[in-house]
């Protein structure tokens, strides 16, 4: 539980294309109100919680997790979706569902989300760097 594990979560959410999650925890991070999320972001209830309890279980804090998040989804942008149209371009597996996507990119592409988080924490360090 910590740092790394949130944001292996994120690039995972990139990878998979997983435009729900990514809008809510972006959104949440920014301190939107609950109700623009619902709308902008497409989602249930259950969902917005769904997202910002696995989010939150990462690190072990709500608000912490959404500190992390808020600094962690601008990185993401250099990070293209691997699963189109619920297929993975890599190895051209369908995937139905955006639960499934998420364990293919973690069980079958370990390689490439090990590469795009430790890229993430380096681009972190070197903005502390900067700023302090
Ligand atoms: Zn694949």
Same mark, same amino acid.
């Given at each position: 539980?910590? !740092?790394? @594990?949130? $944001?292996?979560?994120?690039? =995972?959410?990139? !990878?998979?294309?997983?435009?729900?999650?990514?809008?809510?925890?972006?959104?949440?991070?920014?301190? @939107?109100?609950?109700? &623009?999320?619902?709308?902008?972001?497409?989602?249930?209830?259950? @969902? %917005?919680?769904?997202? %910002?309890? =696995?989010?939150? @279980?990462?690190?072990?804090?709500?608000?912490?997790?959404?500190?992390?998040? &808020?600094?962690?989804?601008? %990185?993401?942008?250099?990070?293209?979706?691997?699963?189109?149209?619920?297929?993975? $371009?890599?190895?051209?597996?369908? %995937?139905?569902?955006?639960?499934?996507? !998420?364990?293919?990119? =973690?069980?079958?592409?370990?390689?490439?989300?090990?590469?795009?988080?430790?890229?993430?924490?380096?681009?972190?360090?070197?903005?502390?760097?900067?700023?302090?």
């Amino acid at each position: 539980m910590g !740092l790394y @594990e949130l $944001i292996d979560y994120l690039v =995972r959410l990139k !990878l998979a294309n997983h435009r729900k999650a990514l809008c809510v925890l972006g959104m949440a991070a920014n301190g @939107e109100p609950t109700d &623009k999320i619902y709308d902008v972001c497409n989602v249930s209830r259950a @969902e %917005l919680k769904g997202y %910002l309890s =696995r989010a939150r @279980e990462k690190v072990g804090n709500g608000y912490k997790s959404l500190v992390i998040i &808020k600094h962690v989804v601008p %990185l993401l942008s250099d990070i293209q979706p691997i699963i189109v149209n619920n297929r993975c $371009i890599i190895c051209n597996t369908d %995937l139905r569902y955006s639960q499934d996507a !998420l364990m293919h990119v =973690r069980y079958r592409h370990r390689d490439m989300v090990a590469k795009y988080v430790d890229e993430v924490v380096k681009k972190l360090a070197k903005r502390m760097l900067e700023t302090s």
